[in-house]
């Protein structure tokens, strides 16, 4: 049998570079660079097994080569690694592990500490008061830097050549030169870092620069010029040309920085101002310009003018225009056919006269109103007028026509609108006439339909009941003899018999003396003669009482009840009066009926025919 002793290494050591680096040493590497580091075991039995060990992650080595240590059995290892180091490995532990069978506890290990050399990188912090504004705000500019080893921070300008060796720039308060863009770097004995910028923006309100073509400008009428402005600001300004009148107001004549006047005339004249404008926050900053002064030379021109114009006969009539001229008009006449009337003369023709005036504008420089009064316009003066004005550089000629219309024809035209809205109006009214007569009717007919709707203060009685209703004829009425004769005796009854219900006198009686009327809804009814003799002056029961004539009335001239029309209720009493007046009547109202048979029905007595008896 053969005996093999397990023997752990002797020694673990580390080396770069070819020298041995203590236990827990430094190495000094370089960032971005790859390195070689060695891990040597010695005098072990059997070989070893080596690994490596960086932050946490394990490495295997590249190259492991076992050799015999010269006059003995046990081996000699050694295990390599290369590896990129980066400023992230800066203090980190590099372990180089050793697996053997010898140990009962776990790994063997060599370790080294790790010095990586890096350029600096750097970064920028800004700390200010919000907006940046001239004069106003704070600014601090801090500059931080990361490098081994220990790099040296500088600030620079774009643009300048001098640089800062400081970490940190401040501008309380901050002013609009210190507007730029500014660059920090950091050096070490490893390199220069990459450089970081920032930009300072100052913001400022506007400051008009410059104005051309100056404070003054001349221009012929009909030409062109240019007003220019220029202005310093931050943000960049909008711009905007006004044209300053004392009269009309302020007009804006241009929203850029040139204000492009052509063909210009004499209402281009006046003063005008560039207004730069921004807003810092949200407050609108604006800065003006000098007055520019615009001043127009040239011929004259109509600047106002009616070229048709109108006039009654017989009346008087103004034709004006209004003109400017620099210098001022030589010449200024009103023309027609072979007249020439210049401004401050007059003149008479067949009844009618001619004035021509010229007065200054009471509103603008260099302007003027001529008037041309006709006095009792004729129809001959129905024709062309030319105005002529005339200066140093030229002359304008403008013409009016006026149109004579007979005072007539203007009368006839009100006479005729004033009988259409007359004649309007009477419609209006008729219309409206009748739209309310329509709307009567309307409301009688749904007043009728109600009252044959009703349901009858009687509810037994059953409308199938009606066919039993049948007329009830005296032959022993002693009217019938009268009637014959010619007399007029007392009206025919119209008489209805019903076997449902007999109400005696007293009764009739209480129930009129609520309502007028016998019942609240229609009834039907009959005549009970008592004691009637053959002749017709021995009726018995005598005049009947006030509630016997009402119910009379209502026998004579049937009603509905007060759920009817008023209008009906009103005909049947009048009706009932001037019956009752008739001396006929009068004569025999010893004969009236002292008790009546009425019969409820929800069937309305309107329907009945009546039966003469």
Excluded at 500 to 514: A, C, D, E, I, Y
Aim: hydrophobic content about 30%; glycine content about 6%.
């Amino acid at each position: 049998a053969r005996l093999t002793v397990r023997v752990p290494p002797e020694s673990i050591s580390i080396q770069y570079s070819g020298s041995r680096v203590v236990d827990g040493g430094m190495v000094t590497l370089l960032e971005e660079k790859k390195e070689t580091l060695v891990c040597e075991t010695r005098l072990s039995n059997p070989a070893p097994y080596l690994y490596w060990k960086l932050g946490g992650i394990v490495y295997q080595s590249d190259t492991q080569e076992n050799f015999t240590e010269p006059g003995t059995i046990k081996y000699r290892s050694l295990a390599t690694i290369s590896l990129t180091f980066t400023k992230e490995h800066q203090g980190k532990t590099l372990e180089c592990l050793v697996s053997h069978p010898a140990y009962l506890d776990g790994d063997g290990s060599a370790y080294v500490q790790l010095d990586v050399l890096y350029r600096p990188r750097v970064e920028i912090s800004r700390d200010s008061s919000g907006e940046l504004e001239d004069g106003k705000g704070r600014l601090r500019l801090t500059c931080s830097a990361q490098g081994n080893p220990e790099p040296t921070i500088s600030w620079i300008r774009y643009g300048e050549e001098e640089a800062q060796a400081v970490d940190t720039l401040e501008f309380d308060p901050v002013r609009r030169e210190n507007s730029g863009i500014y660059i920090c770097s950091a050096n070490n004995t490893i390199g220069k870092s990459d450089e970081e910028s920032t930009e300072v923006n100052v913001l400022y309100p506007p400051r008009v620069v410059r104005v051309s073509p100056g404070s003054s400008v001349t221009v012929l009428a009909r030409n062109r010029t240019k007003l220019v402005c220029e202005a310093d600001a931050n943000p960049s300004p909008k711009y905007q040309w006004l044209h300053l009148h004392k009269k009309q107001g302020v007009k804006k004549r241009s929203l850029t920085s040139e204000l492009l006047l052509e063909d210009i005339g004499y209402g281009d004249e006046g003063e005008y101002v560039c207004e730069a404008i921004n807003v810092i926050g949200k407050d609108e900053r604006v800065a003006r310009s000098q007055v520019v002064q615009v001043n127009v030379e040239g011929v004259p021109l109509v600047t106002r003018i009616i070229k048709n114009a109108v006039a009654m006969s017989g009346r008087d009539v103004r034709l004006e225009a209004e003109f400017c001229s620099d210098p001022r008009p030589l010449k200024n006449t009103w023309e027609w056919e072979e007249v020439i009337l210049p401004a401050g003369t007059q003149i008479e023709r067949s009844g009618t006269t001619y004035t021509a005036e010229l007065s200054n504008h009471p509103d603008v420089k260099d302007c003027y109103i001529s008037r041309l009064i006709i006095r009792r316009v004729s129809q001959t003066d129905g024709r062309n007028y030319i105005l002529n004005v005339q200066n140093d550089h030229g002359f304008s000629l403008e013409t009016i026509q006026l149109d004579v219309k007979d005072p007539l024809s203007m009368a006839s035209l009100v006479g005729v609108v004033v009988s259409f809205l007359v004649s309007l109006v009477l419609l209006s009214i008729l219309l409206i006439i009748i739209y309310r007569k329509q709307k009567l009717c309307f409301k009688n007919a749904d007043l009728d339909n109600q009252d044959e709707n009703k349901v009858s203060a009687y509810p037994d009685y059953k409308e199938d009941k009606v066919e039993q209703i049948q007329p009830v004829k005296d032959t022993q009425s002693p009217l019938t003899s009268s009637a014959k004769d010619g007399d007029l005796g007392i009206p025919v009854y119209q008489v209805y018999s019903h076997p449902v219900r007999h109400l005696s006198q007293s009764s009739l009686v209480s129930q009129t003396s609520g309502s007028g009327y016998p019942g609240a809804g229609h009834t039907s009814f009959s005549t009970v003669q008592t004691g009637l003799s053959s002749g017709h002056t021995s009726l018995t029961g005598g005049l009947p009482s006030l509630q016997h004539s009402e119910v009379y009335g209502q026998l004579h001239l049937p009603t509905t009840s007060n759920r009817g029309s008023m209008k009906r209720r009103e005909r049947s009493q009048s009706g009932l009066e001037s019956y009752l007046s008739i001396p006929a009547v009068q004569d025999h109202q010893e004969n009236l009926p002292n008790s009546i048979q009425l019969s409820n029905s929800s069937f309305p007595v309107s329907r009945w025919k009546p039966t003469k008896v």
